[in-house]
């Protein structure tokens, strides 16, 4: 469920952001940064979910390493996705002030 949840989500969300995209002409640049925000939020939830899934059994000895690297990646694309989201947050700002 939290699979199918944050996919349908993510898709909901992408969607409304890009029909805002088209909409909205003024600001494309914008809506570029939270579209890239969406798309790498959604590699990090998929990293996340990576670390939440590395079975003990198949990775009998190195199973602690595989997930801190899936947590590691996850927290850098989240990172990236935030930025994305600042910078398009401050975009919107400056370009409705115009």
């Known amino acids: 469920m939290l699979v199918?949840?944050?996919s349908i989500l993510m898709l909901i969300s992408l969607i409304s952001i890009i029909a805002l995209r088209i909409?909205?002409?003024?600001?494309?640049?914008a809506y570029n940064l939270f579209i890239a925000h969406?798309?790498?939020f959604t590699f990090a939830g998929?990293?996340?979910l990576k670390a939440m899934r590395v079975n003990?059994?198949?990775?009998?000895?190195?199973?602690?390493?595989?997930?801190?690297?899936?947590?590691g990646l996850a927290r850098i694309?989240?990172?990236f996705s935030i930025i994305c989201l600042?910078?398009?947050?401050?975009?919107?700002?400056?370009g409705n002030k115009q």
């Open 23 to 29: 909409r909205n002409k003024n600001n494309k640049s």
């Open 86 to 94: 600042l910078v398009g947050m401050a975009k919107i700002n400056t």
């Open 56 to 71: 003990s059994n198949t990775h009998q000895t190195m199973a602690s390493e595989f997930a801190s690297l899936w947590l």
């Open 77 to 79: 694309l989240w990172a």
């Open 46 to 48: 998929i990293a996340l």
């Open 4 to 6: 199918w949840g944050f």
């Open 38 to 40: 969406f798309i790498i």
